[in-house]
């Protein structure tokens, strides 16, 4: 990846952000392409808008960029998997044509060099060291060290909450920093880096700012994972960066320079801010309904259904960009044609009516769907983190409201603020009033942790961010 397919929009408002749809306008016509806020704006509104319009839908991406999304499940796991639809971006054709401004926002979703942009024997090479990477084995074997992490975040949360006059930012205090730590560690990247690489892949998935920043946070963002890569070259251990080091040093290099820094970037953003989104995103809507909380301490639900319902539900990857029909196609009537840019819609897949019925819109763990949800991916792109993702989702939350039983949101929901982008999905901070402290020890809040993955399904492997294999 370099300094040209860092993203940025080339029309952003003079405060540095790019423009949304105007407040209070009326909903653009439905035979008009759909403009998508930039600003992650009314996400959910927009993926039941989307939705509605069909398994296809034109939309308007920034920069005024034409593009699809595909927003019903059946079309979208269809899609997904179609011989005739592509990851590499010589197939996007503004592109390939010089369309695309200098600095377009999404222009690092199309072309880091990594296992989400590549097809076929490309895809295999580039995606194998991760997925050795995240085995069920080695994921398995992680639960102990995920534990104590949870243990360790959840013990400072009281002090947390104390320095901020009773509340605490649940996304900050906790659950960034665990699935942080883990990926790190799995990955090799040094404490010194952490901090700096997630502020760093957050503006590169923000939709929403301007060129030069985001020109400038993808040069910074390089010259961080060089230096990670520098310091696994000096001290190499058994991590992914000391595996894909030797890919590239070897006699026969399986990788280039360039490979390995966007393999970097696509696990280290992918590893830690949708498992983040998710964790956010499972205890948003068990503090929104707590008849739901019940039914987990109660055991007639458990706590990997409260994981796989907001994976449905509130997809932590609502729109992921991107995939190229590389002939035109017919989509339940819509014709996307070849080359253009093509969102999964995952926010909206999760709602279809047609698959999780009338009452799609509303969470409840005790669902019982035919068919699994796709806020993993489906197909060889399949998201190889999923089951890390997972096991930490799983291990958080039930600890979490173990410890914490009576844990609240301390704000109303209106004012919580959504993340400045339409890729990922969720909220910037997340304050809560953590009540009683209920000791370790103490009786747990019931159900189960979930499997690291459920075995032969398929799906458990894009949520999200760039990461999906």
């Known amino acids: 990846m370099t300094e040209a397919d860092a993203p940025s929009s080339g029309t952003a408002s ?5 423009p949304g749809p105007a407040p209070n306008t009326p909903p653009p016509s439905p035979s008009a392409p759909y403009p998508l806020d930039p600003t992650g704006a ?9 939705q509605a319009r069909g398994p296809a839908v034109p939309v308007v991406l920034p920069g005024g960029v034409l593009g699809h999304a595909v927003t019903r499940h059946h079309a979208l796991r269809d899609f997904l998997v179609h011989p005739e639809v592509a990851k590499d971006a010589c197939h996007f054709a503004a592109l390939r044509e010089g369309r695309i401004p200098p600095g377009w926002q999404l222009t690092t979703f199309a072309t880091v060099d990594g296992m989400t942009t590549a097809d076929g ?21 992680l639960r102990p060290r995920v534990e104590r992490l949870t243990a360790e975040l959840l013990d400072g949360l009281p002090a947390l909450a104390a320095q901020g006059g009773g509340t605490v930012d649940l996304r900050q205090g906790f659950a960034y920093p665990l699935p942080m730590r883990v990926i790190s560690e799995l990955i090799g990247v040094d404490e010194e880096f952490r901090d700096r690489l997630h502020e760093l892949s957050g503006l590169v998935v923000n ?43 070897a006699a026969e290099a399986r990788l280039s320079e360039q490979e390995l820094i966007g393999t970097l970037l696509l696990t280290i953003a992918a590893g830690h801010q949708t498992t983040l989104d998710l964790i956010i995103n499972a205890v948003r809507a068990l503090c929104a309904d707590r008849g739901q909380l019940e039914l987990v301490r109660s055991g007639r ?42 969102l999964a819609a995952y926010g909206a897949a999760g709602l279809d009516p047609e698959v999780y019925g009338p009452d799609a819109d509303r969470f409840d763990v005790t669902r019982r769907p035919a068919v699994r949800h796709l806020a993993f991916g489906h197909g060889a792109h399949v998201c190889p983190g999923a089951p890390l993702a997972r096991l930490e989702a799983g291990i958080a939350l039930r ?70 294999g």
């Open 14 to 18: 003079s405060s540095g952000t790019a």
């Open 42 to 50: 009314g996400l959910r509104e927009t993926a039941q808008e989307l």
């Open 121 to 141: 024997a490309d895809h295999r090479r580039l995606r194998e060291p991760v997925v050795k990477a995240l085995s069920p084995r080695r994921v398995a074997a």
């Open 207 to 249: 939709t929403a700012i301007d060129p030069e920043t985001v020109l400038a946070a993808n040069r910074e963002l390089v010259a961080v994972l060089a230096q990670v890569v520098a310091a696994r070259r000096a001290a190499p251990g058994d991590d992914l960066t000391s595996a894909l080091i030797a890919a590239c040093d």
């Open 301 to 342: 639900a458990d706590w990997a259904d409260v994981v796989e319902e907001t994976l449905r539900h509130d997809s932590p990857v609502a729109n992921f960009p991107f995939r190229y029909p590389t002939r035109d196609l017919d989509i339940g009537g819509t014709v996307v044609p070849q080359g253009s840019p093509v």
């Open 399 to 468: 600890a979490l409201f173990d410890r914490f039983p009576d844990l609240a949101l301390a704000v109303p929901e209106a004012d919580l603020a959504p993340l400045p982008t339409f890729v990922g999905n969720s909220v910037t901070e997340f304050p809560v009033r953590l009540g009683r402290d209920a000791r370790p020890g103490g009786k747990p809040a019931g159900g189960r942790e979930g499997p690291a993955a459920a075995p032969g399904d398929g799906q458990d492997g894009s949520a999200t961010s760039p990461g999906a």
